[in-house]
Every structure is written in C-alpha cells, then in structure tokens.
C-alpha cells in the first residue's frame, strides 16, 4: 500500500456537490488481494476490468465541475475465482506539476480562461475520461483531447505517452478512440480549436503510426466518438460548438445549432483526405457510439450502418447551453437518450436514418469487443435514472438490446445504487456473442461501500451472480474495458 498524496485541510470536500459522498475522490492508492466474495466467482472468468475516472488530488480553486479531476485507473483481476483490486493515479504533466507546487495550477470548466486562451492551452489534460487496450499496453485519454498516456496493464504504473512519432507531439487525441482485434489496428481522430480543426490517424498493431491525415472542418466543434468497420473509419461533425463570443471572453460555453446537419465523414481506413465521403443527416448531438459494420443490401450495394445514443432535443430548445447544464440535461424530462441507428450508402450516397428504441433511457453502450465494427447482435448499456441535481445523472442499472429480434432486457436494483459502464467479459472458451458476463463497479449507497458486480450477459434481467466488496470507495467515474487473460498474460511476459 502506498500514500501518494493527501491534501490537508480536506474542508474543500463540503462545498461542492461533486466532491461528497460517493463523488468525492480517493487519495490512497492500494494493492487488495482475496476480495471479499458475496455468491460464487465463476471459475471462467479470467482477466480483469479497468475503469477510468476524476479523483482530484488538490483543493479546486473556484467552481468544480465532475469533469475537472485528476485521472485515476481503478482495475480488478479475476483469477481462478479470485479477485485483486488496484489503483492508481494517471501520471499526467499536469498533475506532476500540481504535486510539485503542491496546488491546483489550472482553471476548470466552470471558470474563466486566462485572456487570448483556447481550451486546447489553458485547460489541463487530466486524462481522466477513458482506457483502452492495445499493443501490450493500457491508454488513457481525456475527453476535451491531449496526450495519451501508456499505463502497464498489471501495475497500472504510468509508462509515458503516445508519442512515438513526431506528428503525434501535441496533438489534441480524443478519448474515443477505436482497436480492431482482428488486425491489432488503433484507430484515433484528435481535434481542437486550430485548422484543420480535426485529425484521422491509425497505429499498427506494432505502436507506429501508419496513417495519418487532417479532416477539414467548417469551424471547432466537439466531437466525443468514432466508428470502425472493417474497411472504414466514420468521424462525427456535429451542430456543436464552442460558443465563440464565450470563447472571446474567456469562458467555455456550448451552442446547438439546429439549422446545421450532422455531417459523418467516412474514410477508408488506411486512405488519404482526398478520399474522404460527407453523408448529412438530421440535427443531433452523440456521445457514444455502440458499433458499426458494413451491410449488403438487396440490391447488391454496400451500406455502412452506425448504433449509437443520441440525445433526445426537447421541445422548444433554443440550442443555448451553459456549462452549468453541460450535456446531461439536453434531453427530456422522459427519456433522454434514443438507441438510434444511421445508414450510409456508399453506393449512391444515400442516406436513412432512424430511432431503434426511444422507451428505454439508456447510455454507454458496450459490445463483444471482438465484434467491433463487425455486426453485433448485442449491446449493453447503462439505465440512465432520474438526474439528482443539473450536474448529476444516475446510471440506476443495466440494459441488454437484442438487435435482431428488437427487444431488451433490464435490471435495475432500486434506490441507493450507482453504476459504472459496464463492459462485456467472454467466459473462457466462449463459442457464442454473449458467453459470458458483464462486468461493472456499483456503489452501493445502502451498505455505503463500493462493489464490482459481475452478471450473467445471457441473463441480465437476473443480477449479478457474484459481488465483490472493495477495500475503499471507488468515486463515480467514466469509461472502462475489460483485458483478457492471455493478453495480460502476453504483456507480462513483454
């Protein structure tokens, strides 16, 4: 066990919504072994699941956003029906520099820029959004897009950054990006505030960088997700922005423009600019992409097919957003996000789109990742519940979608619980999409303690199977990732 940092006094933990109870961070980085089990472990679930998230390591100077906290990966390993739990600060250059002064050096969302700043200089990159697997080695990335970090999968120590090839230093790399498992391919688009505005590139399976080009935009926008199917990448242009007058004046706003169309750029893989296709759609905003593959039609001709979970505009929206609303209440009192599906015909340059099912309220969608960008028959996203405050969203439980016979299974547990994405986890051996678990942190607000809840994914209208009791809280977070066994096994050895 190691003490990294406690900041002293800690009365900066009452003032802000985001900084109690559940939300509050954690600044002990431990090593707990044999966890305690409540039900069985299955003996076929070998790996381990990682989640990223905030855990603020100095006192915030003015307003705290949830969005603002340092990084830190939280994992557990299951082994032979045994589980091990870690954590870890993400090394970031900011937080480096916050603990060698011992303070908070950068202004968050909620407050104003130093004058003539961008986002892109003046907000720290706390690499605090998600984490990925590829080439033997965990990245971490941020939402507003930066540097991404390298952690060693087994002791979540930070190894360095992304930066292998000299067109990668300063780029602004968004957390969403994609591994095709099938190639060992990552494919990663950056944006920013500067023209072009955007940038496409992909990294072999060996770490070096063998595609890269710029994606013109119109203006800065902020795009959060991608897609891959096997033959193409598809980058997101939504109506968007970064309100330029709050820009001006030092401050980060958002405007939804509704007489702008979406706009899906899709590029060939390992293509170049000139290649590249705009398809239009209606007005909307997304965060997360479920999956995407490429479709035949009855006429012979290849359509690209896109999943995801938009939100829903409520009526009479004027597209004016504050930061104090950021993105978690641009939906409706009902249901705020849709499943939602998009098709591009790369044949004719056609285009349909439409809802997939607009009853569940759910977010987060996860998939087999071995069916990324191949069609999946199953997502599993989070249940999003009633917002407590403007700031925060409840993820009350779990969602199952059967795309092919359009229905949908869901657990939620009641009052008092808290989930985190939740990935899926193949039983060892598995022969089938969903042979296997869905794997998650759940605070349990009842028992005031945090678990790792593990659920059968043929199954989720059941439970879990099997909770895991953690030694210390785990503060609401981001986005996760499960690593098999053996390529944990294989990164050891490495």
């Known amino acids: 066990m190691s003490l990294t940092h406690t900041p002293e006094p800690q009365d900066w933990l009452i ?3 985001n900084l109690v109870d559940a939300w509050g961070p954690v600044h002990t980085e431990t090593v707990a072994q044999d966890l305690e089990v409540i039900g069985e472990l299955p003996a076929d679930l070998n790996g381990m699941y990682v989640r990223n998230g905030p855990s603020p390591a100095h006192a915030p100077h003015g307003r705290y956003h949830w969005f603002d906290g340092d990084g830190m990966l939280h994992s557990v390993r299951f082994q032979d029906g045994r589980a091990t739990y870690r954590n870890r600060w993400v090394q970031t ?19 104003r820029l130093p004058q003539g700043a961008l986002p892109d200089d003046a907000m720290k990159n706390t690499s605090n959004t998600d984490v990925t697997f590829h080439n033997g080695k965990l990245y971490s990335m941020w939402y507003r897009g930066g540097t991404v970090y390298t952690i060693d999968p087994i002791s979540l120590e930070t190894l360095g950054k992304l930066e292998q090839d000299p067109r990668l230093i300063g780029l602004q790399i968004s957390a969403h990006s994609r591994v095709d498992e099938h190639t060992g391919e990552f494919m990663f688009f950056a944006y920013g ?17 063998k595609t890269f080009m710029p994606v013109e935009l119109p203006g800065p926008r902020l795009p959060h997700d991608c897609a891959i199917t096997p033959n193409y990448t598809i980058l997101h242009d939504f109506p968007l922005i970064n309100s330029p007058e709050a820009l001006a ?24 600019a000139d290649q590249i296709r705009w398809y239009e759609f209606k007005p909307r905003y997304m965060l997360h992409v479920a999956n995407a593959w490429e479709e035949v ?3 012979g001709e290849t359509e690209l097919v896109m999943l995801g979970t938009p939100y829903v505009n409520p009526r009479g929206f004027d597209g004016g957003l504050d930061v104090q609303r950021l993105l978690f209440t641009i939906g409706t009192q009902g249901t705020d996000y849709e499943l939602y599906q998009w098709r591009m015909n790369l044949t004719t340059g056609a285009t349909k789109e439409g809802i997939v099912d607009d009853i569940l309220n759910s977010e987060f969608p996860m998939i087999n990742t071995a ?11 989070v249940l999003m519940g009633r917002m407590r405050t403007l700031e ?14 359009g229905g949908a299974q869901a657990f939620h547990p009641g009052e008092g619980y808290w989930f985190s994405e939740a990935p899926f986890a193949p039983r060892d051996g598995a022969t089938e999409e969903d042979d296997g678990y869905v794997v998650g942190f759940v605070w349990n607000g009842i028992a005031n303690r945090s678990e790792v809840w593990v659920t059968d994914a043929k199954d989720i209208a059941k439970g879990p ?28 050895v490495a």
């Not at 004046?249 to 170049?272: C, K, M």
């Not at 925060?392 to 092919?404: E, H, M, N, S």
């Open 15 to 17: 003032e802000n919504p």
């Open 93 to 111: 250059d900011g937080l480096k520099e916050d603990l060698r002064v011992g303070d908070a050096l950068w202004p968050g969302l909620k407050e």
């Open 193 to 209: 505030n500067r023209p072009p505005y955007m940038h496409y590139g992909v990294i072999g399976p060996d770490g070096a960088l």
């Open 249 to 272: 004046r030092g401050r980060y706003s958002l405007e939804f423009h509704q007489d702008w169309p979406t706009r899906f750029a899709v590029i060939p893989r390992n293509g170049s």
């Open 297 to 299: 039609n009855d006429k």
């Open 371 to 381: 069916y990324q960008g191949r069609k999946n028959r199953y997502t599993y996203n």
């Open 392 to 405: 925060q969203p409840a993820f009350a439980g779990l969602v199952k979608y059967d795309l092919d016979t």
């Open 465 to 492: 199977i099997a909770k895991v009791i953690l030694p210390q809280r785990v503060p609401h977070g981001f986005h996760s990732c499960w690593v098999r066994e053996d390529q944990l096994k294989a990164a050891q």
